[in-house]
């Protein structure tokens, strides 16, 4: 029905940037909910940014560092990444909420995304 195709990870140096991107396909009638979590090694998943409406919310680890933005026209969500530190190495995941198209009427529906590895390492 919905897939979630993230892109942008890969190795990066301290200090520097990255841009991960989500876009969805499928059946969208619209999004509640964008956002980002990550998953480092041995610790538990958790929300990086999100977005909804006009909203936007970060965790404190990474305000002031991470930007997140959308592209309604395209279901695609971004988030830029500077100042990167080894501390954000971890797999990221794109999630939405959202309402799709289901027979004759909708239905909401929680998407995950693949996941992305994002490593800050010298």
């Known amino acids: 029905q919905v897939q979630l195709v993230e892109s942008g990870g890969g190795l990066v140096q301290p200090g520097g940037s990255l841009r991960l991107s989500c876009a969805a396909s499928g059946s969208i009638f619209s999004i509640y909910v964008m956002g980002w979590y990550r998953q480092a090694p041995g610790k538990q998943r958790e929300l990086v940014a999100a977005i909804t409406g006009g909203s936007t919310s970060y965790t404190d680890s990474v305000k002031g560092r991470f930007t997140l933005s959308r592209d309604n026209a395209k279901n695609t969500v971004y988030l830029q990444m500077n100042s990167l530190k080894p501390e954000d190495t971890a797999v990221y995941y794109c999630?939405?909420?959202?309402?799709?198209?289901?027979?004759?009427?909708?239905?909401?529906?929680?998407?995950w995304g693949q996941g992305t590895l994002v490593t800050i390492s010298s």
């Open positions: 999630y939405q909420y959202l309402k799709v198209v289901a027979g004759p009427g909708y239905r909401n529906l929680e998407v």
